[in-house]
């Protein structure tokens, strides 16, 4: 599986920005998808994931900001980020996971929250 991130960038505190996961290969695979992220000097920590029967789980932090949603048709899992806070400042990286228990990850995209 490959995995093509983007959307992200510099943004105000309060502000929104939605990222975009891309997959392509084998996708019938993937069992569970998730976004990550890591902060400067701290370990890369879990954001959302969102499993095959649609289950989402979500990182205390980001709970009722954030929303993990997938389009089958386009392959793409999205992370809609709301009321985003400094805090929020890391390198965003999605994740897909097989049944197998196969992990790919993706480039990593950049997330500022900065005024």
């Known amino acids: 599986v490959q995995l093509q991130a983007s959307g992200g960038g510099l943004v105000q505190p309060g502000g929104s920005l939605r990222l975009s996961c891309a997959a392509s290969?084998?996708?019938?695979?993937?069992?569970?998808m998730g976004w990550y992220r890591q902060a400067p000097g701290k370990q890369r920590e879990l954001v959302a994931v969102l499993g095959s029967n649609s289950r989402t789980n979500y990182a205390d932090s980001v709970e009722g900001r954030f929303t993990i949603s997938r389009d089958n048709a386009k392959n793409t899992v999205y992370l809609q980020m709301n009321s985003l806070k400094p805090e929020d400042t890391a390198v965003y990286y999605c994740?897909?996971?097989?049944?197998?228990?196969?992990?790919?990850w993706g480039q990593g995209t950049l997330v500022t929250v900065s005024s």
């Open positions: 994740n897909a996971l097989a049944a197998n228990g196969f992990s790919s």
């Open positions: 290969g084998s996708i019938f695979s993937i069992n569970v």
